[in-house]
């Protein structure tokens, strides 16, 4: 299918997106190119304004390309359905956001428990999978508790479980620790290590702190809707 690489699990092929503001033509992306590879763990960086949440929505398959190709495995995600890819997303891709997203109305067990209904899992092992992913990241004492109940540091916890309820390939985390102080942001930055570690998840992270994307094995940086520079930390 002229996918290229066949571990890369995500490719973007000379990506485009173009926003048009009245007359005015704008390139939140010019032509970026970018492969992930099962199991890798890598952090895209770059000035407010160089196209992070734009890549992140093509990353995530949460957007189409004016022009170029974006692959999530081999399937070409311009030739799927709004359903086909809806699917395909809820089952390869948990997403974890800077400001958590949880329904306040929920409990933590409810919020992880959710996406699980979408993918048509029953409510008992909706409930049995929930409680373990939350037991897994140390928050067996609070499955009955509500986001405000929760302080920061828990609620992303309970963000990072619910971007696991559907065991997907890969997490995608958009700013995970903007919201909360260095300390706590360093306790999530060690879970998503393991998951990379022990569970081989891939990780893709957009930052802006460079203390933060050291713990990814490779940087890239964008600028201006392209990436400019790549950087390995680690192997």
Same mark, same amino acid.
Do not use: C
């Given at each position: ?5 066949? /571990? ?11 926003y048009e503001m009245g007359e ?23 000035? *407010? &304004? ?17 022009? &170029?190709?974006?692959?999530?495995? /081999? ?21 974890? $956001?800077?400001? $958590? ?16 209904? $979408? ?5 008992? /092992? ?40 559907? /065991? ?13 102080? *260095? ?6 930055? &060690? ?29 890239? $940086?964008?600028?201006? &809707? ?10």
């Open positions: 299918m002229g996918f290229g690489v066949k /571990e890369a699990i995500i490719k973007l092929d000379n990506v485009w997106k173009t005015v033509k704008v390139n939140a992306l010019r032509g970026l190119n970018l492969e992930i590879k099962k199991g890798e763990f890598v952090a895209i960086m770059g000035p *407010s &304004g160089s196209g992070k949440s734009t890549a992140v929505n093509m990353v995530g398959s949460l957007d189409m390309p004016t022009r &170029g190709k974006v692959y999530l495995e /081999e399937h070409d995600i311009s030739r799927l359905s709004e359903s086909e890819l809806a699917q395909l997303r809820g089952r390869k891709i948990g997403f974890i $956001f800077q400001q $958590f997203n949880l329904i306040n109305t929920l409990t933590a067990l409810e919020n992880v428990a959710l996406p699980m209904v $979408f993918q048509g899992i029953n409510k008992e /092992e909706r409930g049995k999978r929930a409680t373990r992913i939350l037991d897994k990241i140390g928050l067996a004492d609070r499955l009955h508790h509500r986001p405000t109940e929760l302080s920061g540091g828990q609620q992303q916890r309970v963000a990072i479980a619910r971007a696991l309820a559907n /065991e997907p390939d890969v997490i995608l985390a958009d700013e995970p620790t903007g919201n909360l102080d *260095s300390v706590t942001g360093e306790t999530v930055m &060690g879970f998503l290590e393991e998951l990379n570690k022990k569970e081989s998840k891939t990780i893709v992270m957009v930052t802006h702190d460079a203390n933060v994307a050291h713990h990814a094995h490779r940087i890239e $940086f964008l600028k201006d &809707g392209a990436i400019v520079k790549s950087k390995n930390n680690k192997i």
